[in-house]
């Protein structure tokens, strides 16, 4: 695409270029955002300081994936007589780094352009900031700027980054944060994980079965995924025993110092000694250097949203994480088509329930509300739960599958509201629970949704019948 508008110079600004719509970030909100856009006939620009494919492509879903993926294939195989067997030696850690490698295509981004110029984006390598109603500036890595300016709609989508508390010596510590443990060089023979969220709980699993013979998670809650329901976070904390992983809940860690080693300091005195500390307590919007008060936004914090993604009046917009209702690449690409339909003059609003996967083993997966969370929403609910390991396609998978499926009923309607399943590979059961809350399916029309057997998705029978029905 060829840009148009006014390319004189000035006040220090080397380019002009008008667009239709001009995002910032090219992650995966702000790529299909722009895509949306384009397909509609309408010329866009999209603005990206790093990487095209964002946070999730080259440090965070993609090769957390790949670097979880050799400890749950030799898993899954353990737990079958007969291939147990023939799983002989240790993980190929060098090997499985390879992988993790060509899954980011090295950190290089060539073949995502392609898609750009298929779709007729044009891109604008650089630092891009607000610079009042309507107008981006782009801040190149030479120092030039570049100021365009959107007839219809410019959208945020920069996504966060890790949080780092403040706690004394910690930043001096040196420690990893997602992008350091997703693109590490090699496996640290003791691993000191500081969070038991999902990314702290992915990742002390995938480097214990990647080879550290030492790896500890310390979370200050008093259970691991403490957003989930509780049931979830004690099935991966026993898995992770079972394992060799030690899980330390309800302390915080006070201090930390770095003298060839890592030393972290818990609150009730005991001392944590580990070759490298990855911290993983949470993310903040990336919006500090974005130009937001020139806008009238306070910068630094998330963008507050209406449910069509509006920030300001009917021209600046927010996909993604930056807006803070739910750090999720899916729900972020979710809000970019809703977005992208608003911009084009549809009457969409963004009201979809949360699906949400932590890829530990078990896996854990939830979609909606928790039981907590909906009885603080005054509704009347109803629990229902089954052994996910109960239903002969799970016997099938190996000796000793289990988990827990659990559906929580709203029984004014007799419709789910939440769903949470856990064990190995349950993550393809989720978008049925999505579609069956997104459709609002009665439980009475639910029963007639007959799962094939044997699959594991009989489940979903057995928690009919543990209904009542």
């Not at 030492?214 to 691991?224: D, G, I, P, Q, S």
């Not at 403490?226 to 991966?236: K, N, Q, T």
Request: with cysteine; glycine share 12%; charged share 20%.
């Amino acid at each position: 695409m060829t840009a148009t508008g006014d390319t004189s110079t000035g006040s220090g600004v080397s380019n002009r270029h008008q667009f239709d719509v001009i995002v910032i970030g090219a992650g995966p909100a702000g790529e299909n955002v722009a895509g949306r856009c384009a397909d509609g006939g309408l010329t866009t620009a999209i603005v990206e300081r790093e990487l095209v494919g964002g946070e999730c492509s080259y440090w965070g879903c993609i090769p957390s994936k790949a670097l979880l993926r050799p400890g749950d294939v030799i898993a899954a195989a353990r737990r079958v007589p007969g291939a147990a067997e023939a799983v002989t030696g240790e993980i190929d850690a060098p090997a499985a780094l390879a992988q993790r490698d060509y899954m980011t295509s090295n950190w290089d981004d060539t073949g995502a352009l392609k898609w750009l110029e298929t779709e007729m984006i044009e891109l604008f390598r650089g630092a891009g900031r607000l610079a009042g109603e309507r107008t981006v500036e782009v801040t190149s890595a030479g120092g030039e700027v570049t100021r365009l300016t959107a007839r219809r709609a410019v959208v945020l989508a920069t996504g966060t980054s890790a949080a780092i508390p403040p706690i004394p010596g910690l930043r001096e510590s040196q420690p990893w944060d997602n992008r350091s443990v997703t693109g590490a060089k090699e496996i640290p023979r003791r691993l000191l994980v500081l969070g038991g969220g999902a990314i702290g709980a992915e990742m002390a699993q995938a480097f214990r079965r990647l080879g550290s013979e030492e790896v500890t998670v310390v979370e200050a809650a008093e259970r691991l995924l403490p957003m989930e329901e509780p049931f979830a976070g004690d099935e991966v904390k026993a898995a992770f025993a079972a394992e060799g992983i030690t899980v330390i809940t309800g302390v915080k860690l006070i201090a930390a110092e770095r003298n060839g080693a890592v030393t972290g300091t818990l609150e009730d005195g005991r001392e944590i000694t580990a070759d490298e500390i990855l911290v993983a307590v949470g993310r903040r919007p990336a919006t500090a250097d974005l130009g937001l008060s020139t806008v009238g936004l306070e910068p630094g914090r998330y963008v507050t949203v209406d449910d069509h993604l509006r920030a300001l009046g009917s021209w600046l917009y927010a996909v993604g994480d930056c807006n803070g209702r739910a750090l999720l690449t899916h729900m972020g690409k979710y809000q970019a088509r809703i977005a992208g339909d608003v911009i084009l003059g549809k009457d969409v609003a963004a009201t979809a329930p949360v699906p949400r996967v932590t890829f530990t083993d078990p896996q854990v997966c939830a979609v909606g509300l928790t039981e907590a969370q909906a009885r603080a929403a005054g509704v009347d609910v109803r629990v229902v739960s089954y052994p996910t390991g109960n239903v002969a396609g799970a016997s099938l998978l190996g000796n000793g599958v289990a988990g827990t499926s659990q559906l929580v009923v709203d029984e004014a309607r007799r419709v789910i509201v939440g769903a949470t399943f856990t064990g190995p590979g349950v993550a393809e059961l989720l978008h049925s629970a999505t579609i069956a809350i997104v459709g609002e399916v009665t439980l009475d029309t639910l029963w007639h949704a007959v799962p094939s057997f044997p699959t594991v998705s009989e489940v979903w029978l057995r928690l009919m019948e543990a209904y009542g029905l």
